[in-house]
């Protein structure tokens, strides 16, 4: 178990790597001076000289990018041009809501997407098959952002039941369990919940029927056992597949959060990264997508430990 | 005894009925699939509709007027009412099927050439060269699609050729490791043993024995992409990311008309029904591809 983790995470050390790079080219993909980025127009030419030579912009590309991982690894991303505060301290407050949010959906989506996909597994074929295949296909089909403002549409503007942005009353500090700032939650978690039902409801209806068709249901079946005995049987089976898919969604959530965030106005990542491409702030551009970046490569080498510690058959293959 | 000394008459040319081959099976069992066609029948007229807009729509998509904004859905002569600038909301939206479909569809056939190149490069050679490729696809996999699509038109600006830049980009390492994938497993089957033993050079090897095993699957993958291509595509025009104003897209308008949720709802959600359709229709078509491809079944 021990040595498989750390087998995975020395395959994971060279994505990581280039990841970063490609974090670090996304500044120099961009039309303009890499500089200008950083600075404010009205910068001085020796600040422009001390700024150009203290990011290393007069070195080689290699060096450059040294310099800049060294930087990132001690937790130094840079500036935000737009509020002058540390990127770091901007993403990190951010991601306390993105991760809220990002949680509050793939629950709601498992809890769901599992059911659904349950039911289709073990009545493959008849109507419950239809309904719970048909709704999973609507949720892997929808635009997402379509859907949010459609539930603001009713639930906001029609019935008037929940806020329609925001991340609470008071902003996202101070947040507190409580149904002042939860009705806040429940439309971006919905709407966010629908992509990971459909990809987990469809995952676990093919994985149910698979089970289904092994020889040790059948056996179970012929010695008398219960059907909800059988049952318990088939959830064992499906269940690291279904959590490491949980997982990865996880991932994907937290990483593709801005659309839903921008359609709410959710202070999280996605929302700090739409406002960073209008400002044209790149340090936190850059910031922001090399910390989801990294962070999705962590939870994908936490669900693949995970999931051979529940399921030590995939450590031999 | 007679019989068998008989003389041996030459045999008559049997006449073999020509098997069928593996496409006209496909299409067959395509056109028994009535879901597969009717997504395929709506997803000819939306692409008719974008081809004919000039003709069809009734008003100039970019022509507005102050004094008939955001008209209600069945105005006398705005048939699907006037968005937030006082444009036709039909000839917006047909005329937004031309470039929402430009934007949704075209990243993924150049994907797909340049994907399955290099997935199909480095699942024949194998080796280091196998490494090198498949470990740089790893990088780009290791990021969300939708993060890294607004990552690089984020960081390229807006305007359609960055959108199809981008988008183009978020495909190919999926496309290339399915076509690894499947590559590597025909490499090792004997038949491609054999006629490299018997001293076939790689390019006839591919062409002859790897391509038509390995395009099928990967074009199945393909256009499962579509669908998602389009949500994707439609999502950076929403964010500001793709075309720009005043273009009619389906994605920016559901942008623009974000403000206009209070006053006209049902106008407002118009453009994001489009994509919904489209997308369904694809993924519908794609999932009976699948079903008519896969011989097993």
Known sequence: MLVYAFKRLLHVIPVAIGVSIVCFMLIHIAPGDPLAAILPTDASLELQAQMRSFYGLDQPLPVQYALWAWHALQGDLGTSIATGRPVLAEILSASVNSIILAVAATLIGFTFGSALGFLAGVFRGGWIDRIASGLAMLGVSVPHYWLGMVLVIAFSVSLGWLPSMGGGPGGSDGRSFSWDYIQYLILPAVTMSVIPMGIIARTIRSLVADILSQDFVQALAAKGLMTKHVMRHVIRNAAPTAISVMGLQLGYLLGGSILIETVFSWPGTGFLLNGAIFTRDLPILQGTILVLAMFFVIVNLVVDVLQSAIDPRIQRS | ?297
């Not at chain 2, 099976?25 to 009535?34: E, I």
């Not at chain 2, 709506?42 to 904004?69: E, F, H, Q």
């Open chain 2, 1 to 297: 005894m007679a019989a068998i000394t008989a003389e041996i008459v030459p045999a008559a040319p049997i006449s073999v009925p020509k098997s069928p081959g593996f496409w006209s099976g496909v299409l067959h069992r395509l056109c028994r699939d009535p879901v597969a066609l009717a997504a395929l029948a709506v997803l000819v007229v939306i692409v008719a509709v974008a081809i004919l807009a000039p003709y069809i729509a009734p008003y100039d998509p970019t022509k507005g007027s102050v004094i008939r904004r955001l008209k209600p859905i069945g105005t006398e002569g705005y048939v699907l009412g006037t968005d937030e600038l006082g444009r036709d909301m039909l000839s917006r939206l047909i005329y937004g099927a031309r470039l929402s479909l430009i934007m949704g569809v075209v990243p993924v056939p150049i994907a797909f050439v340049i994907g399955s190149i290099i997935g199909i490069i480095a699942g024949y050679t194998g080796g280091i060269t196998n490494t090198l490729i498949m470990r740089t696809v790893d990088v780009f996999y290791a990021f969300p699609s939708v993060l890294l699509a607004v990552a690089l038109s984020g960081a390229l600006g807006s305007g359609l050729t960055n959108a199809l830049v981008s988008l183009t980009v978020v495909f190919i390492p999926q496309i290339a490791r399915v076509a690894e994938s499947v590559t590597t497993q025909i490499r090792n089957l004997d038949y491609v043993d054999a006629a490299r033993a018997s001293g076939a050079p790689a390019m006839t090897i591919i062409r002859v024995h790897v391509l038509g095993n390995v395009l099928g699957p990967i074009f199945v993958f393909a256009t499962s992409l579509i669908s998602v291509s389009m949500i994707l595509a439609s999502g950076l025009s929403f964010l500001g990311l793709g075309v720009r104003p005043p273009d009619a897209e389906w994605g920016l308008m559901l942008n623009t008309l974000r403000t206009a949720i209070y006053n006209n709802p049902a106008v407002a959600a118009l453009p994001g029904v489009m994509i919904f359709i489209t997308s369904i229709c694809f993924n519908l078509f794609s999932d009976g591809l699948r079903q008519a491809m896969d011989v097993k079944s």
